[in-house]
């Protein structure tokens, strides 16, 4: 009788097939933490960035040429800190801020900062839709979906070419999750991202999705645009599609569920900085370019500022001030004493001292939400040196009568 060894076959690839999950799993929980620990350094360097951007912003008048250059650094900045920020969402489950967004006028925002994105050789054209649509969605991560494809186009238009965005609406019905076999039936708005670029085989589009998958060469990509992409819209309730042949480029759909919900135009933030004042501020910053910059903001603004480099350095300047004080700005993740233990010491002594936590690190880091429920107030990193001076301003005017 003619022995099989289907079992153990089967056995094998099952294990393979746990162990590339476990292997996942790991590659995921390690760009978690690596992006957890650069998020921290990197939004400090935004911090300078962005605050030396709005200083000069507001030194500067409407009608100077050099005002526009300054608001394009600044929405690069800010876009920067956003890019992180959908890092971490992909590898934390960080769910979503959904807001109502009008997707014509969102296209119309970004559109000049995607002209900078894609090459001088490639032609963008955005067609927008008859009527107003409006989705549920997190502004920051769709911009970083709308950047990530159009960044994919442009390396597969590398002669040059034609990228369409489109804007549609859209009715899911039995026919497309008969075609599709997922979906949810009812009134989206669909966003095409169209090029003519070099296209892809079937092979290749049934992984374009899966993390760390890349078509490009090695040290040129990092195969997580597409899969934060993926996922992005995933936690929006929509849902994305790839139509692609080789050379007749590739389209990128994404539908997105239409709401209801009254979209509200953004203001645009107020260049007057908020009313300083003339109390002492205990300022503790391990990094010099964040520190000397808070120490300009502050001091500009009528405070009298006393800074410190690390916790310890903090107490031993606090005590020969202790009666003058009035709050201190402390960064959570200090060298020598954390944040939290300086403020632990000086409220023994001080026990009416008022405190505001900032920091660069991601939430769970650093556990924002406890320091929430303890009462205490807390600032995340890049911060613009306006809200610094409100938020600064609320605090010390708090319980105040």
């Known amino acids: ?30 760009l978690g933490t690596l992006t957890g620990s650069v998020a921290h350094d990197f939004n400090n360097v935004l911090t300078a960035i962005m ?37 971490l969402a992909f590898s934390r489950e960080k769910v979503s801020s959904l807001n109502p967004i009008n997707l014509t006028e969102l296209i119309k925002e970004i559109e000049k900062f995607l002209l900078r994105v894609i090459s001088e ?26 950047i990530n494809l159009c960044t994919n186009a442009r390396d597969a238009m590398s002669a040059g070419g034609r990228l369409t965005i489109e804007i549609a609406r859209a009715k899911l019905n039995a026919g497309f999750l008969e075609t599709y076999g997922y979906g949810k039936c009812g ?20 992984k374009i999705f899966k993390p760390f998958f890349t078509t490009k060469e090695e040290g040129k990509g990092t195969g997580l645009g597409l899969s934060i992409v993926y996922k992005i819209i995933k936690q929006h309730s929509g849902y994305i599609n790839v139509y692609s042949e080789l050379g007749r480029g590739t389209t990128f759909k994404i539908f997105l569920p239409l709401t209801t919900s009254k979209f ?16 002492a501020i205990l300022l503790a910053e391990d990094d010099v370019d964040v520190r000397e910059l808070t120490r300009a903001v502050l001091e500009k603004s009528g405070y009298t500022v006393i ?11 606090f005590m020969p001030n202790k009666d003058k004080i009035h709050i201190l700005l402390l960064d959570l993740v200090l060298p020598k004493k954390s944040g939290k233990e300086v403020y632990k010491e000086i409220k023994k002594i001080r026990p009416d001292i008022k405190v505001l936590f900032t920091s660069g690190y991601p939430s769970d880091f650093i556990h924002k ?6 009462g205490l107030d ?24």
């Open 307 to 317: 800074v410190a480099e690390n916790g310890e350095d903090a107490i031993n300047k």
């Open 51 to 87: 605050g030396y951007g709005h200083l000069l912003q507001m030194k500067i008048k409407e009608d100077d040429p050099s005002r526009y250059d300054i608001e394009q650094i600044l929405a690069s900045a800010q876009r920067a800190a956003n890019l992180t920020q959908s890092l």
């Open 378 to 401: 807390f600032i995340p990193k890049p911060v613009p040196p306006q809200e610094l001076l409100r938020k600064l301003r609320e605090v010390l005017d708090k319980d105040m009568k």
């Open 187 to 206: 009134d989206y708005a669909s966003i095409s991202v169209i090029d003519n670029g070099l296209g892809m085989n079937e092979e290749t589009q049934k």
């Open 121 to 146: 050789n490639i032609e963008l054209k955005v067609i927008a839709a008859e009527d107003d649509l409006t989705v549920m969605v997190d502004r920051s991560q769709l911009e970083q979906v709308l």
């Open 264 to 279: 509200e135009e953004e203001k645009p933030a107020e260049l007057i900085a908020p009313a300083g004042g003339s109390e």
């Open 369 to 374: 939400e406890e320091i929430r429920k303890q």
């Open 1 to 30: 009788m003619k022995k099989t060894h289907t079992p153990k076959i089967k056995d094998s690839i099952e294990q393979y097939q746990l162990e590339q999950k476990l292997h996942h799993a790991r590659r995921l929980e390690t």
